[in-house]
């Protein structure tokens, strides 16, 4: 109860600050809108959003009906004809004909057979009188594996298109699936075939917005195949004859083949319009049936499909529900409007409502302006007997107060600062000071051993002792906080061949740096003390020919330098402890006394946002990541 209670406190001290850094006249206004204003424009919305989603689903259900319809009667449509084909089994004499042709057929010279012509008049004949009654039948024919019938009018002139190359047409998809289908009838869309199976002939209309139905005619004994039943049906038989059944009213209905727009029911230009590129047919041909929606050129638009069940033929209605939605988006706005009204109303209302307690303040926010720009001699006046009478008061003697006390409060500050400074300052020398010695004692020491490893052995103390005078050199040289990273690299490698000389199996140092290490400068004795850590700690009972990887990248404005070793690296718990005293204020360890000193030095020089990371993992090794702003070393060219 106690944490709530203080919680509650919390929360009503927290309320209270915010409502008090805001001025008068806002907090007025936004309390009369939130009583006011929100609550009618909430409900507005809520009663708009409930009317579309109800026109929405009454409309999608209207739509799925109707393409359900559409679909019925293109079924129809399509079983006409397939009746007219069943009728060519019916004509005994028909079938005659083609069987006798067909024994003529096996002879040589057949073509030439007056008997054989005679007959093939006889079909080419009758298959005119099958479709002189239907305005839709561009061409019907009877193709056989040996011979073409194409339809012939009473003058003996041949109407319709007929195959271009026979075998072509037995080879193609649509001979094979219509042998398939064993007699049942087949459909295809045959608008894009080109004049490999069709050839354009003079009494032609050509093959341009045509549907293939073919079937498979067998001999009523034997089942033998005696050739395909082919009609070339003008597509309009399907939509001519549905116009009917479109939704005109903001939709489109669309008959759509595998390969492009079969056609429009329905003329409304300000509808959607489907293109054979169009996603939306893409989608379509992805399933059977169904609907879905989607935005497609800055309008929303639901789409229904239906495929049909004899061929790979769909019919899509596409409706722009921003045109369906334009009487409740036209209420929503009217709506809308008045509520804009009341607000006018209301911001006049209280307006006036707030000035008797705004302008006070103003003419008080004024004087405190003024103040603030060093005006001492500001004072405020304001008349009546209210709480702002009293606030006035109080910032004229606070006026007074600090006029008096602004000059010593100034004189601390910059006295304040000043010592800061000369403690960084001093912070910053003794640390880079502290690794000088530090590096000392372990150099000697490596000297110590070797000498009484090779008592005697002059040539190879020199080369150890030139080394070490190298590094010498490097350390203690003045007048330089900043040296490049070429010379760094170069003062990595020669302790690295100051530590080899103790060594049996000698340390390889490797570079892979992606920047110009003669332009770049970073504090100096900055890798040699990482490079010591992996020595001292990292190479101790290694298993693996110790390496020492030094990489360098920019990444924008900082700079990235990573120290990788291949030693024994760390368990989670010391590594763990190395990073606390990386972070401590003070040396927790001895050990970490180098690594703490660059860490330290990157910190002072650029900010807590740069200095040293450490990653370890145990028998792997360790990796040790410098981060410093490129903007504050710069180029060389520029710090000199």
Not at 8 to 14: E, L, M, P, Q, Y
Not at 153 to 175: M, P, T
Not at 596 to 620: A, I, P, T
Request: glycine share 4%; aromatic share 10%.
């Amino acid at each position: 109860m106690a944490n709530i209670r203080q919680f509650r406190k919390k929360a009503r001290t927290a309320i209270n600050n915010f409502f008090r850094r805001v001025p008068i006249f806002p907090r007025l206004f936004c309390v009369m809108l939130l009583l006011t204003v929100v609550p009618t424009t909430l409900v507005t919305l809520i009663s708009f959003r409930s009317y579309v989603a109800e026109i929405k689903e009454n409309t999608e259900h209207f739509i799925s009906l109707l393409v359900g319809n559409i679909s019925v009667q293109v079924k129809e449509r399509q079983e006409t004809y397939e009746q007219s084909a069943r009728a060519f089994y019916s004509d005994g004499e028909m079938m005659d004909l083609l069987e006798q042709n067909a024994l003529l057929a096996l002879e040589p010279g057949f073509q030439t057979n007056s008997t054989y012509l005679q007959n093939k008049h006889l079909v080419e004949r009758r298959l005119f009188d099958m479709t002189e009654s239907s305005k839709y039948v561009l061409n019907l024919q009877f193709v056989t594996d040996y011979d073409q019938y194409c339809m012939r009018n009473s003058n003996n002139e041949q109407r319709g298109c007929v195959l271009h190359d026979l075998q072509g047409f037995l080879h193609s998809n649509y001979y094979q699936k219509t042998l398939y289908e064993k007699g049942y009838p087949c459909w295809f869309d045959t608008t894009q075939v080109d004049d490999l199976i069709y050839k354009y002939d003079y009494s032609t209309s050509g093959t341009l917005d045509t549907l293939t139905m073919t079937v498979a005619v067998y001999t009523p004994q034997s089942r033998e195949l005696l050739g395909i039943l082919m009609y070339n049906l003008d597509r309009r038989f399907l939509t001519q004859s549905l116009t009917n059944y479109a939704f005109y009213g903001t939709g489109n209905t669309f008959l759509v083949g595998r390969d492009s727009v079969i056609g429009t029911l329905n003329p409304n230009l300000k509808a959607p319009l489907l293109s054979d590129e169009s996603s939306i047919q893409t989608r379509v041909l992805a399933g059977s049936s169904g609907s879905f929606t989607l935005e497609d050129d800055g309008r929303n638009l639901f789409v229904s499909f239906q495929k049909s069940a004899k061929m790979d033929l769909y019919v899509v209605h596409i409706v722009d529900m921003d045109t369906l939605l334009e009487p409740a988006y036209s209420i929503r706005n009217k709506c809308l409007f008045l509520v804009f009204l009341v607000l006018l109303l209301y911001i006049i209302l209280a307006r006036c409502t707030a000035r008797s307690i705004s302008d006070p303040l103003r003419s008080l926010v004024g004087s405190m302006e003024r103040f603030g720009r060093n005006e001492f001699q500001e004072r405020c006046t304001v008349d009546g007997r209210d709480e702002l009478t009293v606030v006035s008061a109080g910032f004229n003697q606070m006026a007074e107060d600090t006029e008096r006390m602004v000059d010593e409060i100034v004189t601390a500050n910059l006295r304040q600062k000043t010592l800061e400074l000369s403690k960084a300052t001093a912070e910053l020398n003794a640390l880079q000071m502290q690794i000088r010695p530090h590096f000392l004692y372990n150099t000697l020491d490596l000297i110590r051993w070797e000498m009484i490893r090779i008592v005697g052995d002059e040539s190879s103390a020199s080369r150890m002792l030139d080394s070490f005078c190298q590094l010498m050199r490097m350390s203690i040289k003045k007048g330089e906080e900043l040296v490049s990273v070429a010379s760094e690299l170069e003062h990595a490698q020669v302790y690295l061949d100051v530590v080899n000389f103790r060594n049996t199996e000698k340390i390889q140092l490797l570079t892979s740096i992606e920047f110009d290490t003669d332009a770049f400068l970073i504090p100096k004795l900055t890798l040699q003390p990482l490079i010591e850590n992996a020595v001292v700690h990292g190479f101790k009972k290694h298993i693996r020919p110790p390496e020492i990887h030094i990489r360098g990248w920019q990444i924008k404005n900082i700079l990235m330098i990573t120290v990788t070793d291949n030693g024994r690296g760390m368990p989670a718990d010391e590594l763990d402890a190395l990073r606390r005293n990386l972070s401590a204020g003070e040396v927790l360890e001895e050990s970490s006394i180098g690594l703490r000193n660059v860490n330290q030095r990157f910190k002072l020089r650029y900010g807590d946002s740069y200095g040293v990371s450490v990653e370890s993992v145990q028998d792997m090794g360790t990796e040790i990541t410098l981060r410093l702003p490129l903007s504050e070393q710069g180029k060389k060219e520029d710090c000199i």
